[in-house]
């Protein structure tokens, strides 16, 4: 992060909000193939009756609120536990019969709660592991789940018929109990598991909370070792008690300074502990000060292993697009500060392009080859131009440390390419991405179709570039904060260009007044796609949706953010009240939309690689900040494994989804097609995508040929997530970069 740009890294409180607050999209189905096996087809194999219901369950409840439901239930087992465990330790202490059975009676009703939500976490792994495939629960199953059942069974079959048998034989009043009594109260057996549950609990909550996943032998073995020793600890301290106070001639009670002098001490020590881990943890994740992109942990996606020998590989550098020919156009882009009033009369603090937020808007012809200058007026953090969607040449691609150095104040870059495909996408800066791309670095880039002369003239084509602006001024078509109002004649072909550049927000479109049809996703149209009735659009960070319909002769509006407040209002003559919004009828869902046409590979095709990218989150450390961070694989950049390919390799991706939020994941490069969603094949219209939205508990298999040479990023859109290291990149046989990333240098891509 570059000193004094005012960065904007993710805070552990409004990600936690997030994680509990996110927004749903509809139930999916849970039914799931492919190579990890569920518990219900255990279950139904060894005739389970009750699937059904588990079915039922696992449909209305989605996998990211049983996450939190998770996380929240075993936090409040902890609490309430580690309080019973107290309550039983201290039953010895008690001065009277009556206040002993007081105090049993509450020590059951508070290890009572406890385990209602104890069972509210088995419960939701139970469901978790009955409808989703292993990846999803193996960790739960054989870890969580033990942890927090097992003490509690203990607690239920033993501790609690042990202590209900004192209860009978208690005098109704009398003076303090006896060593007899004393003895049946304090035995380890009757006391320990409480207090393990409690211990259970918190170590289920580690791995819930601060364990990446897939899990590392040691990752695992090291808190469960930790938790075994603490409860064996608490056995050999009971037992001497226990020896100590059932001894007839045992004084009574006392001893309570040195109770609470041994409570404090393990108080402290427990925080030492936890200090030395939390500094070992941040001083570990430090980033190096100078970072080569092309080396790192490797994964061979079960291929043949790949040599990176970078002494004799091709430099990103040369690859670049034609640098002799004459281009067709010249454009420039200057970066500059300014401050930019939106419509609302709100300004803000603005990084722009030539002057303007969202930067201007760039129409070019395919196959057209364009020269775009790059200059950096006073952007002190640094530039670059990322063409997201196009699937330029590596040199071209604008990733600072990867392709090019970040532009600095003064300097200037060129990019040369052709543009091969048509569409719709955009480009943004890839320097600091997050917090450029949030102070306004970005703008349109549409390829029209190359037909000589200009495309149907008569087709009113209209990009609709949603974004969040900071503070307070919330979302708004480029500056248009409010509603814009367009005169579009009855009878013209509309084509609205809906491009989301939030951070974060999967926005929510409404088109009111006229049916549509979803033409494009992510720059590639779809074949033959159905007409659509007041259904709602989602689309993620960074992901492009072409919508079209035919001017009817009353007004017709799009609303962004689900309301009536921000929009596109679109009438004969320019004026017209904005419609009320019923609620929609369904959500789109591109998965079965259209209808199939051939495509260069499929499902069944012979892959080269298959790579599987795990999406998690926990608590941690990145860069020596503590912070909510979502991981890859288990890891952080630059940990993240690089997925190494060969030139002309067919790739298959399965991506997983075990976090609690979405995540927009971005190939840079190279387009997709979507194979499958929870075993379900695409089967309508090809799937092509740049920026797949992978939902919580949702598993995709995407496919696409390995034809792009050179170093290409992988990451989060959600662009907070990304600079708290929730990227990767693909990492072509026999490339190198002379860029580096890192404080010793310009270089921060995200
Ligand atoms: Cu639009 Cu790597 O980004
Ligand atoms: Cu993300």
């Known amino acids: 992060m570059i000193a004094g740009s005012g960065q904007l890294k993710p805070h552990a409180l409004r990600e936690s909000v997030r994680f509990f607050a996110r927004p749903e999209v509809g139930a999916r189905s849970p039914s799931e193939v492919g190579p990890y096996s569920k518990l219900q087809d255990v279950l139904i194999f060894s005739g389970f009756r009750y699937h059904g219901i588990i079915e039922f369950m696992g449909r209305i409840i989605m996998y990211g609120s049983m996450a939190g439901v998770e996380l929240g239930c075993t936090l409040i087992t902890v609490l309430l536990a580690w309080i019973a465990g107290n309550k039983a330790s201290n039953l010895v202490y008690a001065g009277s019969g009556r206040r002993l059975r007081q105090s049993i009676r509450s020590t059951f009703i508070i290890a009572g709660t406890a385990s209602v939500f104890a069972v509210a976490v ?226 803000i603090e603005a990084w722009t392009f030539n002057g303007e937020v969202p930067g201007p808007e760039l129409r070019l012809k395919q196959g057209e080859l364009v020269e775009v200058t790059l200059a950096n007026k006073d952007i002190e953090a640094g530039v670059t131009l990322h063409w997201h969607g196009l699937d330029v040449p590596n040199a071209e691609d604008g990733v600072a440390g990867a392709t090019q150095d970040a532009v600095m104040p003064g300097q200037t870059h060129t990019y040369r390419f052709r543009a091969e495909q048509t569409g719709t996408f955009w480009y943004h800066s890839h320097q600091d991405s997050q917090e450029a791309v949030s102070k306004g670095l ?138 009320t919004l019923s609620p929609p009828a369904s959500v789109f869902d591109p998965l079965h939309y259209g209808k199939p046409a051939s495509t260069p590979f499929h499902a069944d095709s012979a892959f080269d690689r298959s790579f599987r990218m795990i999406l998690d989150n926990n608590l941690g450390f990145y860069d020596g900040q503590f912070d909510f961070v979502y991981t890859i694989n288990g890891r952080l950049f630059p940990d993240t494994p690089m997925f190494m390919v060969k030139e ?20 840079h490069g190279h387009h997709a097609l979507v194979l499958s969603r929870n075993g379900e094949p695409s089967d309508g219209s090809p799937w092509w995508t740049d920026t797949l939205d992978v939902l919580p508990g949702d598993t995709y298999e995407i496919a696409f040929r390995a034809d792009n040479p050179g170093i290409w990023m992988d990451h989060c859109h959600n662009l907070t997530h990304a600079a708290a290291g929730m990227s990767m990149h693909l990492m072509y046989e026999g490339v190198s970069t002379p860029y580096t990333i890192g404080t010793a240098t310009v270089n921060q891509p995200e």
């Open 122 to 347: 088995l419960a939701g792994i139970f469901i978790i592991a009955a409808t989703k495939p292993s990846v999803y629960w193996e960790d739960r199953v054989l870890i969580n789940a033990p942890l927090i059942g097992v003490p509690l069974l203990a607690v239920w079959c033993y501790s609690v018929p042990a202590l209900r048998r004192v209860m009978r034989i208690l005098p109704p009043e009398s003076g303090a109990p006896d060593a007899g009594i004393r003895g049946k109260l304090s035995a380890p057996g009757v006391v320990v598991p409480f207090q393990a549950a409690a211990v259970g609990a918190a170590t289920a909550l580690y791995f819930v909370l601060a364990a990446p996943f897939p899990l590392q032998p040691l990752d695992a073995a090291s808190p469960l070792f930790v938790c075994v020793l603490a409860i064996v600890g608490m056995w050999m301290l009971h037992d001497r008690r226990w020896q100590r106070v059932s001894r007839p001639d045992a004084p009574f009670a006392g001893r309570t300074r040195r109770r609470t002098l041994g409570k404090l001490g393990a108080l402290a020590l427990g925080f030492a502990v936890m200090l030395a881990a939390v500094a070992s943890g941040a001083s570990a994740s430090r980033l190096p000060d100078r970072l080569d992109m092309a080396s790192g942990p490797m994964d061979f996606g079960g291929g043949t292993v790949l040599s990176h020998d970078t002494s004799r590989a091709v430099s990103v550098a040369m690859m670049t697009g034609p640098r002799e020919e004459k281009p067709d156009r010249r454009i420039t882009l200057t970066a500059e500060r300014k401050t930019v009033r939106l419509a609302s009369g709100k300004e």
């Open 442 to 579: 970005f703008g349109a880039l549409i390829v029209e179709p190359a037909q000589s002369g200009p495309t149907d003239p008569s087709v009113r084509d209209i990009v609709v570039l949603s974004h969040l602006w900071s503070g307070s001024s919330g979302f708004a078509i480029g500056t248009d904060s409010g509603v814009r109002r367009e005169t579009v004649k009855p009878g013209t072909p509309v084509r609205l260009r809906l491009l989301n550049t939030d951070n974060w927000v999967r926005q929510r479109y409404r088109l009111a007044g006229t049916p549509f049809r979803v033409a494009a996703i992510d720059g590639t149209e779809l074949n033959e796609p159905q007409e659509l009735r007041n259904a709602e659009l989602q689309l993620t960070t960074g992901g492009r949706y072409d919508v079209t319909f035919t001017m009817p002769d009353r007004p017709v509006f799009l609303s962004v953010g689900g309301s009536t407040e921000v929009g596109l209002l679109m009438s004969p003559d320019g004026t017209g009240d904005v419609p």
């Open 648 to 667: 002309g390799e067919l790739i298959k991706v399965t991506i997983v989804n075990r976090s609690a939020v979405d995540h927009p994941m971005h190939l």
